[in-house]
C-alpha cells in the first residue's frame, strides 16, 4: 500500500473536547480535538506504560492519558506527570504524531510530511459513518451504480431523484467502514435511509 | 516464552473450595489443558496424561508443570488469628500475566481509574518509596509507599493517607499490605494470583486477608471486583499485550520504581512467559 490520505471519520462526529479511535491502514490513532477545536491525532499508545490514548480525556488544550493521567498538548509533547506535579517532563517524552487534516467535512489522516493534500471533494457535503460486515466488493456488486477502490463514487436514485453518493472507504480486519457523502442538495435523511438499505442488502448477500 | 524458569514455578489453578465442593475446572496453564478435580479423596491436577503437584494455600490450588525448584513463598499473616481469608473468585483478562501483576504494584493510577475510592485529584503525587529484592526470600519489596485515599477500603469512613508495602514472591504473584482503617496498628493483607493461561490471557484470582468482621463477605468481594474491573478496563488496552522487558519501549519515572525492579527481576531469573524481550 501507498503513503496516502485515508478518512477515519466525519468533523461532525468528533466535537470540541472529543477523542476517537482511528486507523490509518493497520496503525491505529487516537484523534482528539482540543476545547478551542485543534485537531491532533498520534498513535494510540502513551509513551508511559502503552495504554490507548483514545481511552484518554480532553481538558482545554490537552489530551490526558486514563492510566496515570499524562497530560499532552496539542503537539504531542507531555506537559504533566500527576505523579511528579513539580517535574517539568523532558522534552523527549512525546506521543508520535500523525498528520490529521479536515476537508469538506471529513477527518483524513496519513503519516507525517505528505505532500500532497487530501482529495478534493466539490459540491458534497457529510452524511454519517457506516460500517458494514462484508467486503467493497459485494457492496459494488449490490449497487452496480457506484464504483471506484478507495473513493466510491456514482450517481444513484434516491427518492425520485438522481443523486450523487460519494463513500470513503475504510478497511477493517473483518469488514469496512464508509465515510458517505452526497451532494450539497440532497435530502440527508433520506441517503441515510438509502445508505443502511445499500448495508442491508450487502449484509444478506453474504449471510445468504 | 517458555523456559525451564517459568516451567518450574507454581501456579494457582483453581479455588479449592469450589474443588472440594465437588466441582470440576477444565482450564489451561502456559498454554497447556489441565484438569482441576477431586480424586480418591484429594485435591488432583492432571493433564492429559500426566498428573502434577498439587499445594493447597491461602484458599487457592497451586501445580507445577515442571518440577518445584521451591516450596510456595509464606504469607504468615494467613494464620494469624482474628483476620478473616476471603477468596474473591476469578477474573479473567486479556492481557500478559505479568501485566496483571505489574498493575498490582503501581499507586500512580489511582485517582484515574480508581477515581474517588483509591485516589482522587489533586492527590496526584507519588512520594518516593522504598524498592529492595529481599535476600534469601528473593523476592521484589516496595516499602514506605504512602498515598491519600477518599475511600481506601470497604471499611473507611472518610479519605485517609494510606500506607502500603507490596512484594513479588512469585512471578505471578503480588501481595500488599496496606494501612487498616478499623485497626490503624494493623495492615490489611490482599493478594492477586495470576494463573497465566497463555501469554497474554490470564485468570486472577484476588484473596484477602483482613481484619474487619462487620462487612457482609458479599460486599467485600463486590469491592474487590469493582476495584478490579476497572483495573481489567486498561489491562486489556496497553500496547503491546507482552510486557516488554527491555527498556527503551516505555519510559518510567521515578513512581515506577517497583515495575522497574519487577522487570529486572523477571528478567534476570528467565521468567519471561508473557513478555516481550525484543522491541518491536
Ligand atoms: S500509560 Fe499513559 S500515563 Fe501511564
Ligand atoms: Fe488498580
Known amino acids: ?208 | 516464552m517458555i523456559t525451564p524458569q517459568v516451567l518450574n514455578e507454581w501456579y494457582p489453578v483453581a479455588m479449592a473450595s469450589q474443588i472440594r465442593a465437588g466441582q470440576r475446572r477444565e482450564t489451561q496453564l502456559l498454554g497447556i489443558p489441565v484438569t482441576v478435580k477431586m480424586s480418591d479423596g484429594a485435591v488432583a491436577v492432571h493433564g492429559e496424561s500426566d498428573s502434577f503437584p498439587v499445594m493447597e494455600r491461602f484458599g487457592h490450588v497451586w501445580t507445577c508443570l515442571g518440577s518445584p525448584a521451591h516450596d510456595l513463598f509464606a504469607v504468615p499473616e494467613a494464620d494469624q488469628p482474628g483476620r478473616r481469608l476471603v477468596d474473591v473468585g476469578v477474573v479473567r483478562v486479556k492481557c500478559s500475566p505479568l501485566r496483571a501483576v505489574e498493575n498490582f504494584l503501581d499507586i500512580a493510577h489511582f485517582p484515574f481509574v480508581h477515581t474517588d475510592i483509591l485516589g482522587a485529584e489533586p492527590h496526584t503525587e507519588v512520594n518516593r518509596y522504598e524498592v529492595q529484592i529481599r535476600e534469601g526470600s528473593d523476592e521484589v519489596w516496595a516499602t514506605k509507599v504512602t498515598f491519600y485515599q477518599p475511600q481506601a477500603a470497604k471499611s473507611a469512613e472518610g479519605g485517609i493517607v494510606t500506607q502500603y508495602m507490596y512484594r513479588v514472591p512469585a512471578p505471578t504473584v503480588s501481595v500488599l499490605y496496606k494501612t487498616c482503617p478499623v485497626m490503624p496498628d494493623a495492615w490489611d493483607v490482599i493478594g492477586i494470583f495470576v494463573q497465566p493461561l497463555t501469554e497474554e490471557l490470564c485468570d486472577v484470582w484476588p484473596w484477602m486477608a483482613l481484619f474487619d468482621d462487620v462487612t457482609p463477605e458479599a460486599e467485600l468481594i463486590a469491592f474487590q471486583q469493582m476495584i478490579f474491573l476497572q483495573d481489567r478496563s486498561i489491562l486489556e488496552n496497553q500496547i503491546p499485550r507482552l510486557l516488554p522487558l527491555d527498556p527503551g519501549m516505555e519510559i518510567p519515572t521515578q513512581a515506577d520504581l517497583s515495575s522497574i525492579a519487577y522487570r529486572r527481576w523477571l528478567k534476570k531469573r528467565g521468567l519471561t512467559y508473557g513478555a516481550q524481550m525484543v522491541a518491536a
Open chain 1, 1 to 208: 500500500m501507498t503513503t496516502r490520505w485515508i478518512a477515519t471519520g466525519l468533523s461532525h462526529d468528533l466535537p470540541n473536547g472529543a477523542v476517537m479511535a482511528g486507523q490509518w491502514q493497520a496503525t491505529e490513532l487516537a484523534v482528539w480535538r482540543s476545547a478551542t477545536g485543534k485537531l491532533a491525532a498520534w498513535k494510540d499508545r502513551c509513551p508511559h506504560r502503552g495504554m490507548r490514548l483514545s481511552h484518554g480525556f480532553v481538558r482545554g488544550e490537552t489530551l490526558s492519558c486514563i492510566y496515570h493521567g499524562w497530560v499532552y498538548g496539542t503537539d504531542g509533547g507531555c506537559k504533566h506527570i500527576p505523579a511528579h506535579p513539580a517535574l517539568t517532563p523532558p522534552a523527549a517524552i512525546c506521543a508520535e504524531g500523525f498528520a490529521c487534516v479536515e476537508a469538506n467535512g471529513v477527518l483524513w489522516l496519513a503519516p507525517v510530511g505528505m505532500a500532497e493534500d487530501p482529495p478534493r471533494l466539490v459540491d458534497l457535503r457529510p452524511v454519517r459513518t457506516l460500517s458494514l460486515t462484508c467486503d467493497l466488493a459485494t457492496i459494488l456488486g449490490v449497487e452496480p451504480a457506484l464504483g471506484g477502490s478507495d473513493i466510491i463514487r456514482g450517481s444513484v436514485r434516491i427518492g425520485g431523484q438522481d443523486e450523487e453518493i460519494c463513500l470513503l472507504v475504510q478497511p477493517r480486519p473483518n469488514g469496512i467502514t464508509f465515510h458517505a457523502l452526497c451532494s450539497a442538495r440532497a435530502d440527508v435523511v433520506q441517503v441515510s435511509r438509502w445508505l443502511e438499505a445499500l448495508r442491508r442488502s450487502a449484509e444478506e448477500k453474504v449471510a445468504a
